[in-house]
């Protein structure tokens, strides 16, 4: 995706994450300047240990809940790329002080720093969680419905948030809801795991994985090379229309859970037959959790010209391959 031989200096907040490092990454190997600020509350260092000894590349240890070190962070960048949030909505179920602290007061100490260090634009990770209880397939930007949990509400802030930013302080702004990424580099462990790297852990070791309710829940499962080009897209538009926004983020095709698992243990019989003979266990259904997903990305195609690289299925393969030998 080659767009401009500019090189840049760009801030990944979130940046040891799995999107951010991602990121961070694809970055440096275009040959800019990336920067990377993070707590490790849920990054890694495994994550940009590689990146350490890249000229290119510097490390902030430190927290987005602090205005100093968000000024420091930002000071002499070009382009802002905020990963950095408290993600999962059971989590923010059972803790939604710390979700609205991260989520909501790191982002304003981010956006207030942007503004004042004049960057050229800020973009940010939202989420499909904001189309709430909207019931509308597909998803389009412009039609939500009311939040269904906390990390959902501290999401759709971020949107408000950046929007006064952009018609108050003139600061230009782009916000991409994710949906349902997954890729390399995703953490399968911890509580909060999201499910396919938490599926794939569990099939390797030929333990069950569990699907909340049954399993017919649909998603629009996102390849994390699609996400790339789409924050690409968002920071180099000199589209004057594009910016000042909201897009879907996503393939725009969705697939229930029971598709998933069988398009894992599909592609991971490959490597070891024995998985194609695990079973399925069926949990209860998890609260907060919206039915289906489905993100429309015409809006994104027409203004960023953004065109996925990578179904769900493609992507799928890549990320098992990974997995396999990574794990």
């Not at 080659?2 to 801030?11: D, L, P």
């Not at 006064?164 to 230009?172: A, D, R, W």
């Not at 509580?191 to 030929?206: C, E, G, Q, R, T």
């Not at 949990?283 to 489905?294: E, F, N, T, V």
Request: charged share 20%; glycine share 6%; aromatic share 12%.
């Amino acid at each position: 995706m080659e767009i401009t031989n500019q090189k840049f200096t760009i801030i990944v907040t979130g940046g040891a994450g799995f999107i951010g490092s991602n990121l961070c990454n694809y970055f440096l190997e275009k040959g800019h300047q990336v920067c990377c600020l993070d707590n490790f509350a849920t990054g890694h260092r495994h994550n940009i240990e590689p990146f350490l000894k890249n000229p290119h590349f510097k490390l902030i240890e430190g927290d987005i809940r602090n205005l100093d070190t968000c000024r420091l962070a930002v000071n002499g960048v070009d382009y802002v790329l905020h990963q950095a949030a408290l993600g999962s909505v059971p989590r923010s179920i059972n803790d939604p002080i710390t979700s609205n602290e991260v989520n909501v007061s790191g982002f304003l100490n981010m956006l207030v720093a942007a503004r004042d260090a004049q960057v050229k634009r800020f973009i940010y990770a939202a989420s499909s969680s904001t189309y709430g209880d909207s019931e509308s397939l597909p998803k389009v930007e412009e039609i939500i419905g009311k939040p269904l949990s906390p990390y959902a509400i501290t999401k759709y802030v971020n949107e408000l948030y950046a929007e006064i930013f952009s018609k108050t302080y003139g600061l230009e702004t782009i916000g991409l809801r994710y949906f349902n990424v997954f890729g390399r580099r995703q953490d399968p462990d911890g509580a909060y795991a999201a499910v396919i790297p938490k599926f794939v852990k569990s099939l390797i070791k030929h333990e069950s994985p569990v699907i909340n309710g049954d399993g017919l829940f649909s998603r629009d499962f996102t390849y994390i090379d699609n996400v790339i080009q789409m924050n690409e897209l968002a920071m180099l538009t000199e589209n004057p229309e594009a910016v000042n926004t909201v897009y879907n983020t996503a393939y725009g095709d969705r697939v229930t859970l029971n598709q998933m698992v069988a398009l894992l243990k599909e592609y991971l019989s490959v490597y070891d037959s024995e998985i194609s003979h695990v079973e399925v266990i069926y949990g209860p259904q998890r609260a907060g959790d919206i039915p289906h997903s489905l993100a429309s990305v015409e809006k994104a195609k027409r203004l960023l010209h953004y065109q996925p690289q990578f179904s769900f299925s493609q992507g799928l393969k890549e990320a098992v391959d990974w997995y396999w030998n990574n794990l």
